[in-house]
């Protein structure tokens, strides 16, 4: 059997692995899909972890569960017969017993995955702990307290105990409780969990998918870490884990918890779990409906919330070293059950991986119902009668052509109507327009009238002149032959029918013009 040891996923470059969670798509509409993610990579693990072991006795238990259903088969031999089904005994061995050894060989093949979601102020320790729940340094970078928006930063890394591989995921928030304005904290946690489900709803749904080998996101527990103030849990803690409740998996958990005594502990417990159940906040209860683990569930139900202390620095204590923080007034080993309650959560998780599982899987049900009845999918017809998804997508089909044929016919009523309107203002338009010009031409034909008369009176006038100046001109011709006249006289003379000739042509033109015009 090969050695312990660990592939881990590596940090992603901020730009792609760090954004907010806002951007993802929710489930009223459109939704934005979760940051891409790193590809994984190799690191050490400590030897002697209990993590594979313990998976391997996840793997024990499922055998058990499948022998408990073959049990669980003869309560059920009366409903099955009318059923129209027989239990029968077999006369010699077949050979399908080994199904259970089947399922544990294609599991260790294909491996497991599981997804933590931590929510905590930055600071509280949420690094630390992810790394002493599985023995190794993750490799985290610190966060900033200055960041504008609660963003969420995932990382996947692949460990291996034993002949176990487990696809871990880890997904903390950065720069949750730094904000002035904390009202809205929550609101990019719970779209990135709607957008996990989402991601996997389209995948659920494509025509060609691949669930086998599709990496599921879901969130399966969030580890909430609650600041040890030794008083009560803050309103943003409240609000967060109210909208939370219902889409994953809560643990609390008080960070950083060798800064207050044990009996201030202890009374903070009493209240958190107080304030818990009168705000109605559901958690996450480990069963006990399992005889095999129900002893030791019952006993951890009762350790909530975890007073948790995390660590990779390695203290010698006595002969050996020891992952430890140590104070001036002592050292709080991280693995001693009388210090902190880290190994208890590890098992707590360990133990009830699967049935975490499960729940996600509930959650993610209630998602997908709502999101289908929203898209106007049914299991029971109009008549109580199944209907199958078929049906639902052909009758949506025909709803939406009728709609869009509703809609064309609506648009072109619409175009109709405008072109009618449109005529019947150009029609008034042009009517308008032709009045207005037969208003014109009869003003036109006036002013021809009255020019043709004035014409007229100035052609008498330049007849009279002309006459005038013929008799005018022979009487001074008859003056000049008869006396002489000075020059004086006939100069002034010249200059006085020069002037009357330049006023007539003058006012000749005018009239011509104006007759033009």
């Known amino acids: 059997m090969p050695g312990n040891h660990c592939r881990g996923g590596g940090t992603a470059p901020p730009s792609g692995r760090e954004a907010p969670a806002s951007s993802a798509r929710p489930g009223g509409g459109a939704v934005a899909a979760s940051p891409p993610r790193a590809p994984p990579r190799r690191v050490a693990l400590p030897f002697g972890g209990s993590f594979g072991c313990v998976l391997l006795s996840l793997l ?44 544990i060989r294609k599991s260790i093949k294909h491996g497991f995955c599981f997804n933590i979601l931590c929510i905590g102020e930055t600071g509280i320790g949420k690094s630390a702990l992810v790394s002493s729940l599985f023995n190794t340094d993750f490799e985290d970078s610190p966060s900033t307290h200055f960041l504008s928006s609660v963003r969420l930063r995932a990382q996947t890394f692949e460990l291996q105990e034993s002949n176990v591989l487990l696809k871990l995921t880890v997904v903390k928030t950065v720069g949750f409780g730094d904000q002035m304005n904390k009202a809205d904290s929550y609101q990019p946690i719970v779209d990135y969990v709607d957008a ?129 923080r140590q104070y001036p007034w002592g050292i709080v080993k991280v693995e001693n059950e009388n210090h902190c309650d880290t190994i208890k959560l590890r098992r707590m998780l360990c133990i009830n991986m699967e049935d975490l599982k499960d729940k996600t899987r509930a959650y993610y049900e209630s998602y997908r119902r709502c999101r289908l009845e929203k898209l106007g999918c049914r299991d029971i017809g109009p008549e109580n009668k199944s209907v199958s998804l078929q049906e ?88 000049s032959v008869s006396s002489p006249v000075s020059l004086k006289t006939q100069g002034l003379q010249k200059v006085s029918h020069q002037r009357a000739m330049r006023k007539f042509f003058t006012f000749t033109f005018i009239t011509q013009i104006a007759v033009i015009f």
């Open 196 to 324: 996990q489900f989402e991601a996997y709803l389209e995948e659920e749904l494509k025509v060609i998918r691949s669930l086998f080998s599709y990496h599921d996101t879901r969130i399966h527990v969030c580890l909430y870490f609650i600041s040890p103030t030794g008083r009560s849990l803050k309103t943003i803690d409240l609000l967060t884990m109210r909208s939370l409740d219902s889409k994953v998996n809560i643990i609390p958990v008080i960070g950083k918890a060798d800064s207050i005594s044990k009996t201030e502990l202890q009374e903070f417990k009493k209240k958190i779990m107080s304030e818990l159940t009168s705000n109605g906040i559901r958690i996450y209860q480990c069963p006990t409906d399992d005889e095999t683990v129900s002893e030791i569930n019952s006993i951890t139900n009762g350790y909530l919330p975890f007073a948790v202390v995390g660590s990779m620095e390695k203290v010698k204590i006595g002969n050996k070293m020891e992952r430890a």
């Open 60 to 103: 024990s238990s499922l055998i058990l569960c499948l022998c408990g259903e073959a049990m669980a088969a003869s309560d059920t031999e009366e409903h099955l017969q009318n059923a129209g089904c027989r239990t029968l005994s077999l006369s010699a061995h077949v050979g399908f017993d080994s199904l259970p050894d089947q399922l």
């Open 392 to 479: 639902v997508i052909e009758t949506k089909r025909l709803e939406f052509c009728l709609e869009v044929e509703r809609k064309e016919e609506e648009i072109w009523q619409r175009f109709v109507q405008r072109v009618k309107e449109k005529a019947a203002m150009l029609e008034e338009a042009e009517q308008q327009v032709l009045t207005e010009f037969e208003y014109l031409t009869l003003m036109h034909q006036e002013e021809e009238l009255k020019l043709g008369k004035e014409k007229k009176l100035l052609e008498d006038e330049k007849t009279q002149f002309v006459e005038k100046k013929a008799v005018t001109e022979s009487s001074q011709s008859q003056v």
